[in-house]
């Protein structure tokens, strides 16, 4: 008999142990249906794709994606309305702000690498770019052949950051937390260009007090396509937020967000190739 109630102690020893672990497995879905709420990781610093504008509100194309698509998407799944709640993330913090639960989405310029995937999952993309250098106008760096000896800024956890140590181990490179600071290392004359994708360095170089002073040169020296993170093995929460996404690409209401940002008429003009478009059509599901 007191060797039954031992055991049955140990039994309920090990329940109590296992509790915060079973609770730590609910789902994202099951999370943002209890608090009504989907927190989504963003930049600040990042135009188009999520930054403060001149009226202090927090906008982007990667925004407006999730305000417009996926919103929509678990609002339908979970029959109730759903507000977006957004924290600054920067690549970093965005890995361990997923992990740690602080975010339920990052929706940002992250781009889908095999690397990456061992940590988290990615959504289907959503744009495509590439590296290229953002130099001072007349600077005689043209592209990723003609950095060695030259002082490269890149951001902290950055793929940018990665493929210059590989594919240029002779340029000095300096990783700064985040697009703004690496700017101002340019602009003080602390480095001689700055990497990023593409598309990134043309908003920064529209957002500059003087955008005549800069350009953005070199061949793309690698191809950045971007994707929503979400946590690993999370496979009912991802399935909602590319059901949204694929929803959006199929109506064109995706490509309407598009032309708001990179259309004509934006800011930023980024025209989509029919090539770009043809691969964001391909990855929809047929129904």
Do not use: H
Request: zero cysteines; hydrophobic letters at 40%; a positive charge.
């Amino acid at each position: 008999m007191r060797r039954s109630i031992g055991f049955v102690m140990v039994l309920a020893l090990l329940a109590v142990g296992f509790a915060p672990a079973l609770a730590q497995q609910k789902s994202t879905l099951d999370k943002i249906n209890e608090t009504g709420t989907l927190t989504i990781g963003t930049r600040t610093g990042s135009p188009p794709f999520g930054y403060v504008n001149a009226k202090n509100e927090w906008v982007g194309f990667s925004i407006d994606l999730v305000d417009e698509l996926i919103r929509p998407a678990l609002e339908k799944k979970l029959g109730k309305p759903i507000k977006v709640e957004k924290k600054e993330s920067t690549p970093p913090t965005r890995i361990p702000l997923l992990s740690s639960g602080a975010v339920d989405l990052v929706a940002e310029t992250m781009t889908d690498t095999r690397t990456r995937r061992d940590s988290v999952d990615f959504t289907l993309t959503y744009f495509v770019t590439g590296a290229q250098f953002l130099v001072k106008k007349g600077s005689p760096i043209k592209g990723i052949k003609n950095i060695d000896g030259k002082r490269v800024a890149a951001q902290q956890g950055s793929t940018n950051a990665r493929i210059i140590r590989e594919k240029a181990p002779k340029a000095i490179l300096r990783e700064f937390p985040d697009q703004p600071a690496a700017f101002q290392a340019l602009a003080q004359g602390q480095v001689d260009a700055y990497t990023n994708d593409g598309i990134q360095l043309a908003g920064l170089k529209a957002k500059s007090p003087n955008p005549a002073l800069w350009e953005i040169v070199g061949d793309f020296y690698s191809y950045e396509p971007y994707g929503m993170a979400l946590r690993k093995g999370d496979t009912d929460f991802r399935n909602v937020v590319n059901a949204g996404l694929m929803d959006g690409i199929e109506s064109g209401k995706f490509f309407e967000i598009y032309e708001k940002w990179f259309g004509p008429k934006s800011e930023l003009p980024y025209p989509m190739t029919p090539q770009a478009r043809s691969f964001m059509l391909l990855q929809v599901v047929p129904k």
